[in-house]
């Protein structure tokens, strides 16, 4: 299983997860001209969205007109996508349906968009659960068994909202962040980690970190030193479209970048 981060944070989220046989994405939040050429040469069997706001939507349409696929999410979320009607799935939380040779079981997150899920997929070829979170501001409900990887988001430290001069503009994006309907603080992310992390678990990688955190590889550090024998990868703000990380089931196979 191999994945590939083309954009990550506010500007747009977009991630490519494959196995042999299947190629999905996860969100699609840039457009098909900015990450055609490593789109081009593949065939996308679905794209799982979590919820309508742009920087998770906002490549939609421009891939629906370049490739044939299905787009799954929440009718809810479908409904606000500006792809074709015969390519939307419907999902249905705790619904499992499967692509190709992953098994998806799509869950309940809370955030302020209309009925955001998010995802927990297993490949069938090497048996890896990857579970994709990001974009909920409550996780106390998140517990998590026998995942091998964590795609999942560490989008601010709340400690930096708590110093005492904010502006009005901070005041009000502290409102929105610390939401139970808001984004991931690094605290919280560490909270579902701990609950969830096991023997098993050989990836943490930390995505959707804001672009006032440009520091992004001091959240890396500090998940790692309370995580140390799991790889903790964060992921840089913005689009890179050479971020490949792969992902093996055993942990004593060699890997080669
Ligand atoms: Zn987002
Ligand atoms: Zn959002």
């Known amino acids: 299983m191999i994945l590939t981060s083309l954009s990550s944070s ?21 457009k098909f001209n900015r990450v055609g050429s490593i789109l081009n040469s593949k ?22 007109l370049n490739k044939n696929t299905y787009f799954y999410g929440t009718k809810e979320t479908l409904d606000r996508v500006n792809v074709p009607d015969f390519m939307k799935k419907a999902v249905e939380p705790f619904k499992t ?9 799509p ?29 909920t ?16 988001e560490c989008n601010f430290d709340e400690e930096w909202y708590q110093k005492e001069e904010l502006t009005r ?10 939401s139970m309907n808001g984004h991931l603080s690094i ?14 678990t050989k990836k943490i990688i930390l995505c959707h970190i804001s672009s006032g955190f440009e520091d992004y590889l001091e959240f890396q550090n500090r998940i790692q030193e309370l995580f140390p024998k799991q790889e903790v990868i964060a992921l840089q703000q913005g689009i890179f479209l050479d971020r490949t990380i792969k992902l093996f089931k055993k942990k004593d196979v060699m890997e080669f970048e």
């Open 10 to 30: 506010s500007q747009g989220n977009i991630h490519i997860l494959e196995n042999e046989d299947t190629v999905l994405l996860l969100d699609c939040g840039i």
């Open 187 to 200: 605290q919280k992310t560490i909270r579902v980690l701990t609950n969830s992390v096991n023997h098993n």
């Open 43 to 64: 065939y996308i069997n679905g794209v799982l969205i979590t919820h309508e706001h742009g920087d998770h939507v906002g490549g939609c349409e421009s891939l629906s």
């Open 169 to 178: 503009t901070e005041e009000i994006k502290s409102k929105r962040l610390l």
């Open 137 to 152: 501001g409550y996780i106390d409900n998140l517990i998590f068994k026998d995942i091998d990887y964590f795609l999942i």
């Open 97 to 105: 349906f499967r692509i190709g040779t992953f098994k998806i079981v």
């Open 107 to 135: 869950f309940e997150v809370k955030h302020d968009a209309v009925r955001p899920v998010n995802y927990l997929i297993k490949d069938d070829i090497s048996g890896a659960q990857l579970l994709y979170i990001t974009d």
